[in-house]
Nanobody
Framework: VQLVESGGGLVQPGGSLRLSCAASGFMFSRYDMKWYRQAPGKERELVAVISSYGGSRDYASSVKGRFTISRDNAKNTVYLQMNSLKPEDTAVYYC?????????WGQGTQITVSS
């Protein structure tokens, strides 16, 4: 299993970014996918989750209405569209999936929201 995030960077408050997570090594369309983030000095937190075929999505209250998770099962990719970014969204963002008892993580991508 391999998860590779991309799309991070520096953005001004109020700006937008789209993260991508390319998955390989498993039947992507059969598994829920998640985005987590971890800010300096804080615990990793769940940001968004999408069901295997995209019919169900859920968000942390802190990002609801600003972030949108989506997936393209033909491309084995999950996305996180982030709008109206705030300085408190600064963190390393990770893609995640769970197969059985095993958690799989990408390497993370840094998002910095600053003027």
């Amino acid at each position: 299993v391999q998860l590779v995030e991309s799309g991070g960077g520096l953005v001004q408050p109020g700006g937008s970014l789209r993260l991508s997570c390319a998955a390989s090594g498993f039947m992507f369309s059969r598994y829920d996918m998640k985005w987590y983030r971890q800010a300096p000095g804080k615990e990793r937190e769940l940001v968004a989750v999408i069901s295997s075929y995209g019919g169900s999505r859920d968000y942390a209250s802190s990002v609801k209405g600003r972030f949108t998770i989506s997936r393209d099962n033909a491309k084995n990719t999950v996305y996180l569209q982030m709008n109206s970014l705030k300085p408190e969204d600064t963190a390393v963002y990770y893609c995640n999936t769970v197969r059985g008892l095993l958690d799989y993580w990408g390497q993370g991508t840094q998002i910095t929201v600053s003027s």
